[in-house]
């Protein structure tokens, strides 16, 4: 069982950049893949980034390659979402979920309760 809570959303403005993290509970951080996603109101949950058991390996989202930056800390049991140069369609409510190394969300068995970014134009 992983328990997952994010942190570090709020509101920006355009360009700006906001570090999300994700705080793991349980040993068995490690053995895990890590991803982020978002959903926007009305619009169905994306595929973010997503992150290697070791942190060796990572994949993005085509849109967001050079913008977004996904890294974990095995030691601390957390995974960050570095985001700069934001744009108002960024807005979304954020998640991060521990299962497979995917884009998919069916490939995820543990998601967080997500975290609010507003990036105001």
């Known amino acids: 069982q992983v328990q997952l809570v994010e942190s570090g959303g709020g509101l920006v403005q355009a360009g700006g950049s906001l570090r999300l993290s994700c705080a793991a509970s349980?040993?068995?951080?490690?053995?895990?893949?890590m991803g982020w996603f978002r959903q926007a109101p009305g619009k169905e949950r994306e595929f973010v980034a997503v992150i290697s058991l070791n942190g060796v390996s990572t994949y993005y989202a085509d849109s967001l390659k050079g913008r977004f930056t996904i890294s974990r800390d095995n030691a601390k049991n957390t995974v960050y979402l570095q985001m700069n140069s934001l744009k108002p369609e960024d807005t979304a409510v954020y998640y991060c979920a521990a299962g497979s190394y995917s884009s998919r969300t069916a490939e995820y068995e543990y998601w967080g309760q997500g975290t609010q970014v507003t990036v105001s134009s």
């Open positions: 349980g040993r068995t951080f490690r053995t895990y893949a």
